[in-house]
């Protein structure tokens, strides 16, 4: 880390911000419940406490407020309430996830920084974006179901350039062409991602919603909006032909995606859409001695603490997506397409059914037709009419009109 510019402080920070991050997952709580009937929870070993506040640089009795309560606002007034263990135990994993997160992110900022080009003159940069695949698994959540959906829309900016561009080009120079067909998969990002009517709009209404909210009524949601799409499918969509389908159980819902069918269990979706912070322990690690720690969480100063609800993880992928669709739109990108020979990683193993269906929903057969039976050559029209206007009569010596 020394070599990327990191001072011996900042690495020990580094190290200390990790270790609290191991040590949140040593807190256990217990409940009691007092005179009011109302349980709420406790941490259990004291040990373990003063490790993690001595790291942190924090006092026990405020680390231990923020993880057992919760203050909320109610008609200007702020009301705190206890919080179940179930509750406690949410906040911990909450505090140990956003830790860890913000220290990455740190970090990639931090390198970036030490690996910038110093100078002022504006220089040609290539940069490499290294993405996940997509991932059928044997029990998919939350998280293929985001990482499916950045593919899909990276599938869709391949089509875009490499299929669409390229056929429209040739109708703009007014060359003969014949169309050649190609699936577009616009339909099933939008399925996903439109407005207030796509799957992440629907999740996140949900996760706010007042009331009793659980992933199977935000299920009976989709069944009741989505009950026609071709793309989506569950047990309980009208036009379904998978009622004694075993494998699409009742909490499960299923996306055609280009790259073919993926059941995906609803099972956590809530819960990890949310992945909710509470205010006070950000307001806790703001108040820590850790200067990295501190530096982590500027919602935690209460001059500038906002009381709207964070963005939700669903919106927030959802908006990292746009941004980089919008940053590979504005670049002129190449494709490496990776693909793999067979599933047990086993050398000098070539299954043909596998890659061939890699190679047919990855829109490979259709972009080949499209190069071999298009121009491999492109020259500008001003040097090419400067080259070979000996060969015309009417071009030769001088030429004065469009270059084109």
Request: hydrophobic content about 35%; glycine content about 4%.
């Amino acid at each position: 880390m020394e070599i990327i510019g990191f001072n011996k402080t900042e690495v020990d920070a580094i190290m200390e911000t990790v270790a609290v991050v191991l040590k949140l997952g040593n807190i256990t709580l217990n409940s009691e419940s007092p005179t009011t009937g109302i349980e709420q929870c406790y941490i259990d070993d004291i040990e373990v406490l003063s490790e993690v506040c001595s790291l942190i640089g924090l006092k026990s009795s405020v680390f231990d407020r923020a993880l057992c309560s919760r203050t909320l606002e109610a008609k200007g007034d702020n009301v705190t309430t206890t919080l179940t263990v179930a509750q406690g135990y949410y906040a911990r994993d909450a505090l140990a996830k956003n830790l860890y997160d913000r220290l990455f992110n740190w970090l990639v900022n931090r390198i970036n920084e030490s690996i910038q080009v110093k100078g002022k003159m504006r220089k040609k940069v290539m940069g490499v974006l290294d993405i996940y695949g997509f991932e059928i698994l044997e029990d998919n959540s939350f998280e293929q179901f985001v990482i499916n959906y950045c593919n899909e829309r990276l599938q869709q900016i391949f089509i875009e350039l490499t299929l669409k561009e390229e056929q429209d080009e040739y109708v703009r120079e007014r060359i003969e062409w014949t169309q050649i067909d190609y699936f577009d998969n616009a339909s099933i990002c939008d399925l996903i991602e439109n407005g207030n009517k796509g799957i992440l709009a629907m999740l996140d209404e949900e996760c706010l919603r007042p009331g009793h909210v659980t992933e199977f009524t935000f299920l009976k949601k989709l069944n009741q909006v989505f009950s026609s799409n071709q793309h989506f499918e569950s047990k309980e969509t009208k036009n379904s032909k998978f009622i004694t389908d075993l494998t699409l159980t009742d909490s499960c819902f299923r996306v055609q995606h280009y790259a073919g069918k993926v059941t995906y269990n609803v099972a956590e979706f809530i819960d990890k859409n949310n992945d909710l912070l509470y205010r006070d322990l950000s307001k806790a690690m703001w108040l820590a001695k850790h200067k990295l720690i501190k530096s982590l969480f500027p919602e935690g100063d209460p001059s500038k603490t906002s009381l709207k609800r964070p963005p939700t993880a669903g919106s927030q992928f959802k908006t990292s997506v746009g941004v980089l669709m919008k940053n590979l739109l504005a670049k002129n990108p190449n494709y490496i397409r990776c693909i793999k020979p067979n599933d047990t990683k086993s050398p000098k193993l070539f299954v043909d059914e596998l890659v061939q269906s890699q190679v047919r929903y990855l829109g490979l057969m259709e972009n080949v037709r499209v190069r071999r039976a298009g121009y491999a050559y492109r020259h500008p029209y001003k040097p090419c009419l400067q080259r070979y206007k000996m060969l015309c009569k009417q071009t030769w010596p001088n030429w004065k009109g469009n270059d084109r």
